[in-house]
């Protein structure tokens, strides 16, 4: 049988003597092999060095050092760092608070309190890029102290992601506070008022509410467990619901706007949009999920905003309602409360706010072909929306359409004020359909449940928080816009700040009543 010739001229040239053909055959197949070979020594050094890195790689210094997230962008898919270190909160949060966070609704979100169970309201407020921790504080204590959340969940909005850290730990010191608050009021005496709430006048801790029969009817059957988190969970409160004891509270939950909206819709219409043009998408998205759950929703904001009481307390179970503020300004006057941080206005920005704030974002032509008497008309607030669950989204809905709409017709790209936008649609268009415009209450701010700021001017010995002699507002909301003068956003910080800790016991409960950051008075007379 012959044997079959191979070309090995390069490994024995012809000078090269070989005492027979099969050296030739050995020499080229060896050469093969130590090709192979080495190639397969390369492809396992490279999968070491990978493996090495990936499993070397501290997942946590990606969400602490900023220059890491360009090329390690934040997942959701590990809420263990949701939050970050921050220096600003000097009490340490107890290790038992930063354990693995539960994700909230179909793997978004996280829960920081689960609740004791199904909840027939809802409340939703965002903090923008100028919330700064204190906001958070006294939004969550005035909330949990008006007994609104022994009958509605909260959601918080965040424009970072991800949050920062004293965020995370006020919102647990406030949950820790509030249980304190509870646990204080079971343990006094049946009927009598509690000896730690007989001093306060502005936030009385209405502990009532967490006890009475909760009446909750929801739009499918199933069980009454909590909407948020896996029912297997537990609840993720630091002491919640341990025994039967007839206490019932919503859950705390947080979103990040980028978890909601993910593209970031506005961004291809608009200059970098803020959370005060965002959220409108993203309330768009998180009601359409969590509609056939509630039979109302509020939505708020939480820089400058203090609520008293229960506002959801009047609305009847199957009233759809819709209930809008007018903030006492007129289409005509300028623009005070720009959704840009005053330490990145430009010039062109500035001259814009000079306008009048229907022309600023419409534009003079049509604002030049308008009735003198919508020049009149007064601007609506989109600091608080409260009604039934569906006309709120519908209000939610246009305001999103509508927002890409002007950002269309309009030449510049830069954010504008959403109640321009919310008083158009009231006004001036028929998208909200008639069922819900059917259903708007347009309410008077100073004569309703809603104290708006800066409102119409007022004598020196004005009380912000009553109306009449024993009537207190339900929300204060805006003591921290730009029109409202400093010496008066003082004295009303400082007022609800010495209120909450003159309570002959509430001091030994928040802590912060003896830091520096609450320069007030105690009454423990």
Not at 289 to 315: C, K, N, S
């Amino acid at each position: 049988m012959p044997m079959p010739i191979i070309d090995c001229g390069d490994v024995f040239p012809e000078s090269t003597k070989c005492p027979s053909g099969r050296c030739k055959i050995s020499a080229c197949v060896h050469r093969k092999a130590k090709s192979t070979l080495s190639l397969c020594a390369g492809i396992v050094l490279c999968t070491v060095v990978l493996f090495i890195l990936i499993t070397e790689l501290d997942p946590s210094k990606v969400s602490e050092d900023p220059r890491l997230l360009v090329t390690f962008p934040y997942r959701l898919e590990d809420h263990s760092h949701l939050v970050m270190p921050s220096d600003a909160v000097t009490e340490k949060l107890p290790e038992k608070n930063i354990e693995r966070e539960e994700a909230a609704l179909e793997g978004l979100g996280v829960v920081f309190r689960r609740g004791t169970g199904r909840m027939p309201e809802l409340v939703v407020a965002h903090l923008s890029e100028m919330t700064v921790a204190e906001d958070l504080r006294l939004f969550l204590r005035g909330l949990h102290r008006s007994g609104m959340l022994a009958r509605a969940d909260l959601v918080l909005l965040f424009p970072w992601r991800p949050l920062p850290r004293n965020f995370a730990e006020i919102i647990y010191e406030e949950e820790r506070y509030f249980q304190k608050l509870l646990d204080q009021s079971l343990q006094a005496e049946a009927g009598e008022p509690t000896e730690g709430f007989r001093n306060s006048k502005l936030s009385i801790f209405n502990s009532a509410s967490y006890t009475l029969l909760l009446s909750v009817t929801p739009s499918r059957k199933g069980p009454q467990d909590s909407l948020w988190g896996s029912a297997s969970a537990g609840n993720v409160s630091a002491s919640a619901g341990t025994k039967d004891d007839g206490v019932h509270f919503g859950a705390i939950v947080g979103f990040d706007m980028q978890e909601l909206d993910a593209g970031d819709a506005l961004s291809g219409f608009l200059n970098s949009p803020l959370a005060g043009l965002r959220r409108w998408v993203c309330y768009q998205i998180l009601l359409g999920m969590v509609r056939q759950h509630y039979r109302h929703a509020l939505l708020t904001e939480v820089t400058g905003v203090f609520i008293l009481e229960d506002i959801f307390a009047p609305l009847k179970k199957k009233v759809t309602s819709l209930h809008l503020y007018y903030t006492g300004k007129r289409w005509a006057d300028a623009d005070s409360s720009s959704t840009l941080p005053s330490n990145i206005l430009t010039p062109s920005s500035e001259e814009l706010n000079a306008t009048g704030l229907m022309e600023n974002v419409y534009g003079q032509r049509y604002w030049n072909s308008m009735d003198e008497e919508d020049k009149r008309r007064k601007v609506i607030s989109t600091g608080v929306i409260m009604g039934g669950i569906r006309s709120v989204r519908s209000v939610t809905t246009a305001m999103a359409t509508e927002i890409v709409r002007v950002a269309l017709l309009r030449k510049s790209r830069e954010p504008f004020n959403p109640e321009a936008i919310l008083s158009f649609l009231v006004h001036k268009s028929s998208v909200l359909g008639k069922k819900v415009a059917s259903h708007l209450q347009l309410h008077e701010s100073g004569m309703s449940s809603v104290n708006l700021l800066p409102g119409p001017s007022r004598g020196p010995h004005f009380n912000d928080f009553f109306r009449r002699v024993d009537t207190r507002f339900a929300v204060l909301q805006g003591f921290k816009n730009k029109g409202v003068a400093e010496s008066r956003r003082t004295n009303i910080l400082q007022s609800l700040r010495r209120d909450l800790c003159r309570s002959v016991n509430d001091p030994y409960i928040y802590t912060d009543c003896h830091s520096s950051r609450y320069p007030v008075e105690m009454d423990l007379s």
